[in-house]
């Protein structure tokens, strides 16, 4: 059974720094395409960044700079570091896993961005 947990979310002041951890089991994240998204109520969930299999990375609008994508094949686990936060990274963030034949999703960790 494959299940993704995302943990890390929390209030956090603009401008300071969050680390989102995605545990993965039943898959290996070095096997995958590993992503993390984020969805606001009314909107489509839409994506932050990712990371191949060969440990490239890509980042969506203006988290590139702020966020880093990582990830601890050790560990089996995804992450997310987030730096200089703003109000508008407000979200629920989710991990997702993709592999040749399907993908996954996690739960969602909330993210409050308070000015």
């Known amino acids: 059974q494959v299940q993704l947990v995302e943990s890390g979310g929390g209030l956090v002041q603009a401008g300071g720094s969050l680390r989102l951890s995605c545990a993965v089991s039943g898959i290996s994240v070095s096997g995958s395409v590993m992503g993390w998204y984020r969805q606001v109520p009314g909107k489509q969930r839409e994506l932050v960044a990712t990371?191949?299999?060969?440990?490239?990375?890509t980042y969506a609008g203006s988290e590139k700079g702020r966020f880093t994508i990582s990830r601890d094949d050790a560990k089996n686990t995804v992450y997310l570091q987030m730096n200089s936060l703003k109000v508008g990274d407000t979200a629920v963030y989710y991990c997702?896993?993709?592999?040749?034949?399907?993908?996954?999703w996690g739960q969602g960790t909330q993210v409050t961005v308070s000015s």
């Open positions: 990371i191949t299999r060969l440990g490239d990375t």
């Open positions: 997702k896993a993709s592999q040749t034949y399907g993908y996954y």
